[in-house]
């Protein structure tokens, strides 16, 4: 058996617990803000990771910031990777959670790259013929890529759809080589 990440194992079991109460999107809200403080404050983030301070002194700054911003479960589970020295893999466990729930939706996330950014119905046109391929619900993020000529590179689920120019006179170039045009 594969052996489970931090991530992954925090991730769900975080997800478990917020399934329990019947707060999966409350937690989902609640872990992504924290994410961004962290990295909007990133000497907050140290102070929560570093070996030099205790876990309790840790534990009682991070009950003075967030009590009652945040519900018990979320404070509970800050506690939890304070203790068991977890706290740097708490941006991995957020996206592990947020994957679980995308899986359970059914939606693919994946990346495509443009040399230019793509519109919002360029994006959305690139999602459905995505989806039809896999069939499946696809959320993509388009990322700049510089190198590629024109077209696109999509991302998804350890695949690559190649539409650039690039791939293309690559194929062309092959097929000279070998005689088969």
């Given at each position: 058996?594969?052996?489970?990440?931090?991530e992954s194992t925090y991730g769900r079991a975080l997800f478990e617990a917020a399934?329990?109460?019947?707060k999966v999107e409350i937690i989902l809200d609640e872990v992504k803000q924290i994410r961004d403080l962290f990295i909007a404050e990133p000497d907050f983030y140290e102070f929560i990771n570093t070996p030099v301070l205790?876990?309790?002194?840790?534990?009682?700054?991070?009950e003075q910031i967030f009590q009652g911003k945040i519900s018990p479960e979320v404070l509970?589970?800050?506690f939890i990777l304070i203790d068991k020295r977890r706290t740097r893999a708490f941006s991995g466990i957020v996206n592990q959670y947020q994957?679980?729930?995308d899986e359970i939706a059914g939606i693919s996330k994946g990346v495509i790259y443009s040399v230019e950014p793509l519109t919002g119905e360029q994006l959305e046109q690139f999602e459905q013929k995505t989806g039809k391929l896999l069939k499946k619900n696809v959320k993509l993020e388009n990322k700049i890529d510089t190198t590629i000529l024109g077209g696109v590179k999509v991302?998804?689920?350890?695949?690559?759809?190649?539409?650039?120019?690039?791939?293309r006179l690559d194929d062309l170039k092959g097929n000279l080589k070998s005689g088969t045009l």
């Amino acid at each position: 058996m594969a052996e489970l990440t931090v991530e992954s194992t925090y991730g769900r079991a975080l997800f478990e617990a917020a399934r329990d109460e019947n707060k999966v999107e409350i937690i989902l809200d609640e872990v992504k803000q924290i994410r961004d403080l962290f990295i909007a404050e990133p000497d907050f983030y140290e102070f929560i990771n570093t070996p030099v301070l205790s876990g309790a002194e840790k534990k009682h700054a991070v009950e003075q910031i967030f009590q009652g911003k945040i519900s018990p479960e979320v404070l509970n589970f800050l506690f939890i990777l304070i203790d068991k020295r977890r706290t740097r893999a708490f941006s991995g466990i957020v996206n592990q959670y947020q994957s679980i729930l995308d899986e359970i939706a059914g939606i693919s996330k994946g990346v495509i790259y443009s040399v230019e950014p793509l519109t919002g119905e360029q994006l959305e046109q690139f999602e459905q013929k995505t989806g039809k391929l896999l069939k499946k619900n696809v959320k993509l993020e388009n990322k700049i890529d510089t190198t590629i000529l024109g077209g696109v590179k999509v991302f998804i689920e350890g695949k690559v759809l190649d539409a650039t120019i690039r791939k293309r006179l690559d194929d062309l170039k092959g097929n000279l080589k070998s005689g088969t045009l």
